[in-house]
């Protein structure tokens, strides 16, 4: 490597400086839009928030019943472990639905749950609540108790609102994972979370067929979970499955053989609610902890006024409740604010491709909140699926995780909004548990920006001594005060926590690990992680995950994996490996490497791409430089290689 290369400026700061978007023009709300917003003036409600925070979310807590007042808003005596509504007690439960069986609510439909086999169902506001609460009897007599964890491995289906809703009635702690994940990966949550139950079903729907899930539960519990004691089945594709007398239960028997009211636990705003597992950094996934009382209060105050929900709103995130977005946006969020939502489960476009239009259309949904990697699959079929279908009953759109490119947000805006929709483009993170950084309504747009923070938030872009880097110019997001839906810790990991999240930068604040920059007019532009995370179709997934489950196969010596862009995915993975000697690089091989990320980690860790090499770039304390082969690979500078060992 030549000196001219390694005194240019830094890869990475060239990628920071790199203004990559260049958005000029405005999107201003129309008429319609402004009269039905909660909040008529954004730039007033920033400000007001931002003199009093704490005034501010108390303020929203206020929309909430407790069971006990708090005494104090925000505690930072122990920092960075903060707890939000000091001394109230209540459950999120009680505001989910146990409140709403006194009102009008009782008789709404909670969920309009559609499949891609064209199966419908749908349930009440009342009828939700006497499901929860029977499943919360059967928990009960399986002897679930208050802190206890339960693992949560199923479908986009009403059930996943059952279990979460009644493990909160009893104040255990529930752990969603992905039902796209293997067999391994879904052991190393159960384990990490010790969970006393897991609920699961017989199989899921993908693409026209089913695919049986508890035989992976099967494995993942006979690899050594021993704090498993019970599996509850949701019968659903009708797959042959082996039930194990004695630990294996029938959802639906054991709903039914409860009768009791049960009694909804009374918690400490600090209660944990749920555990959410997320990629970092390493091969072993983060616990992310929330609580009941600040979660609540943050998701509560976003969604009324980022998607300004009315009384006869049809909302639809197409996002799965196993990711942080469902929780709060799917389950939480919509039923506090007791609207109906559509949830769907299996892939938008199939059986046809205007299936997903066909849903608006029947349905007549007024906000549909959904992802840029789906936006951009829409695309590639054209504007012919979506002109089939009469999509003037959308009054908003939704944008969330990754940078929605400007191109995308446009045929979203013109194509499926009509322009009368605007796009509440929502950066926020499994972390933050609520919209951090994005619109309200009445927000004047620009195609690809996240706008700016919401009301109560103070968010900064800095370089790595925590300094405010110039305008335009790109940095580390950090966000410099508390809010009430962050996480609280790690699960049983606080050191962790302190580590990602509080030490990276200098100046105490709380690290996002993405990059952005900020205009002129104080816009957000969202570009990308920092660290090794990929985000491909929008799920984080880390380099060092891959690379540790390619490095448990047989034939590899190590492997280094980075993320290059993708025009559908956002990005993809590729891997450079070493081969072990009496091993040949082939086709077949590059087979087996995939099948075995995939059974490692499951079907979302795809790696695009497999290159194998002798050697790969190191630190001198023996860590691989990604962002050199990034560089490489990429044809960008290499930056500062002065840590390369060889
Ligand atoms: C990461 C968080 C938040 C729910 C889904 C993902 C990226 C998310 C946006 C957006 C640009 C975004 C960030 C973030 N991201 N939303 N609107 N614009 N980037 O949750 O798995 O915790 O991932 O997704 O990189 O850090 P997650």
Redesign the pocket.
């Known amino acids: 490597m030549t000196e001219q290369n390694a005194t240019q400026s830094p890869k990475t700061d060239q990628e920071l400086t790199e203004v990559l978007l260049k958005e000029e023009k405005i999107y201003n709300p129309s008429e319609e839009v402004k009269q039905k917003a909660t909040v008529k003036n954004w730039e007033e409600a920033q400000a007001q928030a931002l003199e009093n925070p704490e005034a501010f979310w108390e303020e929203a807590a206020k929309e909430l019943e407790w069971e006990k007042p708090w005494k104090k808003v925000l505690d930072e005596s122990k920092k960075p472990f903060f707890t939000w509504f000091k001394g109230a007690k209540g459950n999120i439960f009680f505001n989910a639905l146990e409140r709403h069986q006194k009102t009008a609510v009782k008789n709404k439909i909670a969920y309009i749950a559609e499949n891609e086999r064209g199966e419908k169902r749908t349930l009440t506001y009342g009828e939700l609540y006497q499901e929860v609460n029977k499943l919360a009897g059967a928990f009960q007599k399986l002897g679930l108790k208050k802190g206890d964890r339960v693992t949560v491995y199923l479908p986009n289906m009403p059930e996943v609102a059952m279990t979460m809703l009644a493990c909160a009635k009893l104040g255990a702690i529930h752990s969603v994972v992905y039902a796209g994940f293997s067999f391994m990966a879904l052991r190393d949550r159960i384990q990490d979370a010790g969970s006393k139950i897991v609920v699961t079903s017989d199989g899921i729907l993908r693409r026209g067929k089913a695919i049986n899930l508890k035989d992976t539960i099967d494995k993942a519990v006979a690899e050594g979970c021993p704090s498993v004691q019970h599996v509850v089945v949701v019968r659903h594709t009708g797959e042959k499955i082996e039930m194990k007398e004695g630990r294996d239960h029938w959802f639906d028997e054991i709903s039914q053989a409860a009768k009791e009211e049960v009694k909804t636990e009374v918690l400490k705003t600090s209660d944990p609610l749920f555990i959410l597992y ?2 970092g950094t390493t091969a072993k996934p983060k616990g ?1 902890v929330h609580d009941h009382g600040g979660y609540m209060v943050g998701v509560n105050r976003t969604i009324k006024w980022v998607f300004d929900l009315k009384e006869d709103d049809i909302y639809w995130c197409t ?1 799965d409740p196993g ?3 469902g929780h709060s946006y799917i389950i939480y969020g919509p039923l506090m604010a007791g609207v109906t939502s559509i949830m769907y489960e299996g892939v938008p476009d199939y059986p046809q491709n205007d299936h997903i239009w066909e849903i608006v259309e029947r349905n007549k949904v007024t906000i549909l909140y959904t ?2 990697t789906l936006v951009r699959m829409m695309m590639k079929y054209g504007e012919e699926p979506p002109k089939k279908h009469d999509l003037s009953s959308l009054r908003l759109l939704g ?6 490119n400007p191109e995308a947000w446009r045929w979203f805006h013109q194509v499926i909004g009509q322009e009368r929709c605007p796009i509440m ?8 548990g609520m919209f951090m ?2 619109p309200l309504p009445v927000t004047p747009l620009k195609a690809g920006s ?1 706008t700016k923070p919401f009301p109560g938030i103070k968010a900064a872009v800095v370089d790595k001594e925590g300094k405010p880097v110039p305008v335009g110019k790109g940095g580390f997001l950090i966000i410099e005060n508390s809010w009430p839906a962050m996480l609280t810790t790690l699960w049983q990991n606080p050191k962790r926590y302190k580590e990602t999240y509080w030490e990276k930068i200098p100046g105490g604040y709380y690290t ?3 990059v952005a920059r900020i205009d002129q007019d104080g816009y957000y532009w ?4 920092a660290d090794d ?1 990929m ?1 491909i179709s ?3 997934i880390g380099t060092a995950e891959i690379e540790s489950a390619l490095a448990s196969h047989e034939a590899v010596v190590e492997a280094g994996v980075i993320g290059k862009p993708h025009p559908v995915k956002g990005e993809s993975a590729k891997a450079f490996v070493i081969l072990k000697q009496g091993f040949a690089p082939s086709d077949e091989l590059i087979d087996s490497l995939r099948k075995q990320v995939r059974t490692v980690l499951g079907p979302i860790a795809i790696v695009e791409e497999i290159s194998f090499v002798d050697k790969l770039p190191k630190t001198r304390s023996g860590k691989i430089m990604r962002r050199v082969l990034k560089a490489q690979e990429l044809g960008l500078p290499l930056g500062d290689i002065s840590t390369l060992e060889d």
Do not use: F, K, M
Not at 399 to 404: K, T
Not at 425 to 432: L, M
């Open positions: 997320t990629s992310v996002a990711w942080i977005t992802a840029p944008s969330v995780g990754e940078p929605i483009d929502t950066w926020w993170q499994t972390e933050t950084v994005c996240a996002t690990g993405d969202l570009q990308g992680r995370v985000n929008g799920h984080r």
